[in-house]
């Protein structure tokens, strides 16, 4: 049996297609933390930062949902204030939940420089979901 060259290009895309979607495929990640422990938010950093490390940062889009205790991380005064700054420098996206900053009385102006705001934690990371965002809770 004989082949054109178009067929035999078109056979070569068909199976060489999938490798190169995989190549170019971007990862989302949602982290959801809800401690005040810096223990906890150094892990999950570290977390970050290989996920980063190892997929190139170019490929990977991370955000961190913090609501209940852990908003206390990410006020200004935070324990882990430089490993927040390195977090953002790398295009992390720091979100808070604003229903627990009202039950709190937290305003925005406590929190850390840069940190992003979202209506409601859980919320936010349901609608991260239904986009094919991957979750993580370390």
Not at 52 to 75: F, R, Y
Not at 100 to 109: D, G, L, Q, S, Y
Request: net charge positive; proline share 5%; aromatic share 8%.
């Amino acid at each position: 049996m004989r082949f054109t060259f178009k067929q035999l290009l078109a056979a070569f895309l068909i199976a060489v297609a999938p490798l190169a979607v995989q190549a170019q495929q971007k990862y989302r990640v949602v982290f959801h933390v809800t401690e005040n422990n810096p223990e906890k938010w150094n892990i999950v950093l570290n977390n970050v930062g290989n996920i980063q490390k190892d997929l190139g940062k170019q490929n990977v889009t991370v955000e961190i949902v913090t609501h209940g205790p852990g908003i206390a991380m990410l006020k200004a005064e935070s324990k882990v204030g430089p490993r927040l700054a390195q977090a953002l420098d790398n295009n992390v996206v720091l979100d808070a939940c604003e229903n627990t900053m009202r039950a709190a009385n937290v305003k925005k102006e406590d929190m850390y420089p840069g940190v992003s705001f979202v209506p409601s934690g859980v919320t936010h990371i349901l609608e991260r979901e239904s986009e094919g965002w991957l979750y993580l809770r370390p």
